[in-house]
């Protein structure tokens, strides 16, 4: 059984950084392609940033520029870097593990506000 826990969430102030950990709990991490999405609330849940087991990345749009995702194979750990957070980033950041199927984390709030 795959499984996913995020940590690295908290409150921050506008301009912050923050960041998200998840740790993976299986041995095919290295070869899966890991991600970060977020929802917001009354929002559906979106892409914010991908890595492939090559190293790989994809963001969203609205994070390009201020989020990096990395991962650490020999930790099953993958990150993701925040910084110049916004209002709008706020939303609970999930972690999903993708191979044949997907695998999700129970996810972590990231509250942005002053």
């Known amino acids: 059984q795959v499984q996913l826990v995020e940590s690295g969430g908290g409150l921050v102030q506008p301009g912050g950084s923050l960041r998200l950990s998840c740790a993976a709990s299986?041995?095919?991490?290295?070869?899966?392609?890991m991600g970060w999405y977020r929802q917001a609330p009354g929002k559906e849940r979106d892409l914010v940033a991908t890595?492939?087991?090559?190293?790989?990345?994809n963001y969203a749009d609205s994070v390009k520029g201020r989020f990096t995702i990395s991962r650490d194979n020999a930790k099953k750990t993958v990150y993701l870097q925040m910084n110049s957070l916004k209002p709008e980033d706020t939303a609970v950041y999930y972690c999903?593990?993708?191979?044949?199927?997907?695998?999700w984390g129970q996810g972590t709030q990231v509250t942005v506000s002053s």
């Open positions: 999903k593990l993708s191979l044949n199927t997907n695998y």
């Open positions: 299986t041995s095919i991490f290295s070869i899966s392609t």
């Open positions: 890595i492939t087991s090559r190293g790989n990345t």
